[in-house]
């Protein structure tokens, strides 16, 4: 089911207001789910293995290492000194292949295609939404060096906060090295990842093969490393000199052409706001947020205005909860996660068309790339807009930034930024902006929320009072009325304070089968392990069904493309109907309103 939600170049005053023209007459920007459609490469390109199988098959054929023809060429290393490293590795594993076996052409080209399946399911499984086809597209661009795609995609998707020393990527490394061996079909994929394990730490840059090295010596040192006590650490796989060694090795190379980058950048800019949204969902007290404020953030709680993204969501929540009051009671002990992800969706496409409004030369694609680096936050992402605040504002950083909209890279990001924005003068004042995202969010009075966004004197006050949710405390009732009442008579609680804490990030992606596949997202655990984690996926990778009965088996494209439409839905959903009475339900013919039925499960 396709949203029918389609880009509306609207003229102010005419259609959004329903009054004269104002100002100048300025075309609001009106952008949905329409405009910014999917553009995975999915069984697109015909025999798309074969570009990069042929470079793999090279690299084994390379006569400086034709005693170890039988080593994957995956690994934390660059592909020969990863094929010499895992010839070692399976001697000290299974004595029936020795170390200087060489497979015939034959079987040399079934090493290579194993290989190949090893390193697809590495980076499917390191990166979330990343079909087949695009991970042979970032292998072929990195000449089948694994490491080198993981920087390529990075950079691909904007992920400048991205730690490759954090516990949430170290713990993902080692699980899809694992995940690695058993695509390649090794004989024990446990003890492959305790070998590279060991080798991590104990001096992984002893072992990276130079065209003069002496392979035999080279040997010598990785088996008696591997014989010996070796390294104890439980902290997990170590990829810091490999990430070090893989930027070297990627300054060196020219890359023309990546896969496209759109679907990807527009999840993670969605995950983004999620995760403010649960933030905001913390700071509300839990009685009000049981009895009134879970309807008020579900339907007009978007994350764009003036303040940082909690702050706003907060604002419009309680400001939605006084201007358009609930008619039926409703005490809820938990909140809606298919209305919640719709509100994400809602606020990401208010985003979008408010700066698309205020900068018409910034495609669409341009503003989520913008948004990406700015967290969500308008007071970064516009340079324009007045400075009700000055602290804690995201600084815009375009370093490691690909172009986005186009399949060749070149570090344009800055450039393109700036003669889209930064160097421009708005041609949208900010009360349009704000009608265009109003209405991009399907708010039910764009004009209301208008005015309230878009004065800064009323803004300015309201911050104030804001800061006493930002505390490490859970503001009390008291705290919660006199905010919302500041929003019609300018009760100031407090001056405004220049200390209000940073939006924590979370900058590395925990997999879940489930999540992905229903196209929405609840908390996980970083370390811990749960259901829909790494045993739901190595099913997936084997070609196993999730569930006993033999029902839902999915491969890695069917898992992206399973709910694909329901990612940025932004009309109605089943659990709307919490919040209206029979006879009150919404007028599918309302077109203002109107807000298509579907049901995520």
């Known amino acids: 089911m396709k949203s029918s939600f389609r880009f509306r170049d609207t003229v102010l005053g005419d259609s959004i207001l329903g009054g004269s023209r104002q100002g100048s007459g300025s075309i609001n920007r009106i952008y949905g789910p329409r405009d910014l459609e999917d553009t995975f490469l999915i069984e697109v390109v015909e025999d798309a293995f074969k570009p990069v199988l042929a470079k793999i098959e090279k690299i084994h054929g390379d006569v400086n290492i034709a005693a170890y023809r039988n080593g994957f060429c995956f690994g934390l290393l660059d592909p020969i000194s990863n094929i010499v490293i895992n010839s070692a590795i399976s001697a000290t594993i299974s004595a029936s292949e020795p170390l200087d076996y060489r497979p015939d052409e034959g079987q040399a080209a079934v090493m290579a295609m194993r290989s190949l399946n090893g390193l697809v399911a590495f980076l499917t499984y390191l990166f979330p939404y990343l079909p087949n086809e695009e991970a042979m597209g970032y292998l072929d661009a990195a000449d089948a060096d694994l490491v080198v795609a993981c920087l390529l995609i990075i950079r691909r998707r904007g992920m400048q906060e991205f730690d490759p020393c954090s516990s949430t990527a170290v713990a993902a490394f080692e699980t899809a090295l694992r995940f690695a061996a058993i695509a390649a079909q090794h004989p024990d994929p446990e003890q492959f990842v305790q070998r590279w394990k060991q080798i991590s730490y104990d001096g992984l840059h002893r072992f990276c093969y130079k065209p003069h090295s002496k392979l035999q010596n080279m040997i010598v040192n990785i088996l008696g490393m591997l014989g010996g006590a070796g390294s104890t650490s439980n902290d997990g796989i170590s990829v810091k000199i490999s990430w070090l060694f893989a930027k070297d090795r990627l300054i060196n190379k020219l890359v023309k052409e990546l896969p496209p980058a759109r679907a990807a950048m527009k999840r993670m800019l969605l995950a983004t706001i999620h995760g403010f949204y649960l933030q905001a969902l913390a700071k509300l ?5 049981r009895c009134r404020y879970h309807r008020s953030m579900l339907m007009g709680g978007y994350c764009y205005g003036p303040l940082d993204p909690v702050s706003n969501i907060l604002l419009n929540t309680m400001w939605y909860d006084r201007r358009f009051p609930s008619t039926k009671e409703c005490t809820l002990q938990m909140v809606s996660t298919e209305c919640l992800w719709r509100i994400t969706a809602q606020s990401l496409y208010g985003l979008v068309s408010f700066l698309c409004t205020r900068y018409p030369a910034l495609t669409p694609d341009l503003a989520m790339q913008r948004l990406l680096v700015a967290r969500a936050d308008l007071l970064a992402a516009d340079p324009n807009l007045p400075k009700i605040r000055t602290h804690n504002v995201p600084v815009l950083n375009w370093s490691g930034c690909g172009q986005v909209g186009a399949r060749i890279t070149g570090g344009r990001a800055k450039e393109l930024q700036d003669k889209a924005v930064d160097s421009c003068a708005p041609s949208a004042s900010v009360e349009e902006a704000y009608a265009a995202a109003a209405t991009a969010a ?33 503001p009390s009732t008291y705290d919660i009325f006199i905010l919302s009442e500041s929003l019609f008579t300018g009760i100031s609680l407090r001056e405004l304070d220049e200390q209000a804490k940073p939006v924590p990030r979370n900058k590395e992606h925990v997999r879940c089968t489930y999540c992905e596949r229903q196209g929405t997202s609840i908390v996980h655990p970083t370390a811990k392990g749960f259901q829909g984690r790494e045993k739901e996926f ?27 439409q329901f990612v940025d839905w932004v009309h109605m959903v089943r659990d709307d109907y919490i919040y209206y009475d029979d006879e009150a339900a919404p007028d599918g013919d309302d077109e203002q309103n109107k807000r298509p039925y579907v049901n995520f499960r």
Not at 443 to 460: D, E, R
Request: no cysteine; glycine share 6%; hydrophobic share 35%.
């Open 442 to 474: 399907f708010h039910p009075n764009p004009s209301a929320q208008q005015k309230i966004l878009g004065s800064q004197s009323a803004m300015t006050v309201i911050f104030g009072q804001l800061l006493t949710l930002k505390e490490d405390t859970v």
């Open 285 to 289: 007290p839990t009685d009000e947020l």
């Open 538 to 564: 190595e099913k997936l990778l084997r070609g196993e069904p999730f569930f006993v009965d033999g029902s839902d088996m999915y491969n890695n494209d069917e898992l992206i493309t399973h709910k694909q």
